[in-house]
């Protein structure tokens, strides 16, 4: 049974950072990209990152270009998303999401992804 458990959300004030982790089990992490989405209250879950299975290649949504940083760690099969210069509008819960396809890079859409975590909160205060 794949497991995506989030960790690290909570309340910043703007201009703060947050570092969001992925713990992942019963699959085979090395092998698989992963990625992260957000979702804010009365919108649609939308893209924030991806990486694919060796780390060498991300994608990022133009909202947080520069400001947020995908990476992982196979050895201990977990994603993390550092989160630079928050915002108020980065006010969100937050998903990360396994791809089993490792390779791919451009692919951003919930469809892409085949497992998801249950969300962490992310609250940024102005």
């Known amino acids: 049974q794949v497991q995506l458990v989030e960790s690290g959300g909570g309340l910043v004030q703007a201009g703060g950072s947050l570092r969001l982790s992925c713990a992942a089990s019963?699959?085979?992490?090395?092998?698989?990209?992963m990625g992260w989405f957000r979702q804010a209250p009365g919108n649609e879950r939308a893209f924030v990152a991806r990486?694919?299975?060796?780390?060498?290649?991300?994608y990022y949504a133009d909202s947080v270009k520069g400001r947020f940083a995908i990476s992982r760690d196979n050895a201990k099969s977990t994603v993390y998303l550092q989160m630079n210069s928050l915002k108020p509008e980065d006010t969100a819960v937050y998903y990360c999401?396994?791809?089993?396809?490792?390779?791919?890079?451009?692919?951003?859409?919930?469809?892409?992804?085949?497992?998801w975590g249950q969300g962490t909160q992310v609250t940024v205060s102005s």
């Open positions: 019963g699959l085979t992490f090395s092998t698989h990209a």
């Open positions: 999401a396994a791809d089993r396809r490792g390779s791919r890079v451009y692919f951003a859409t919930e469809s892409d992804f085949d497992y």
């Open positions: 990486i694919t299975w060796s780390g060498g290649n991300t």
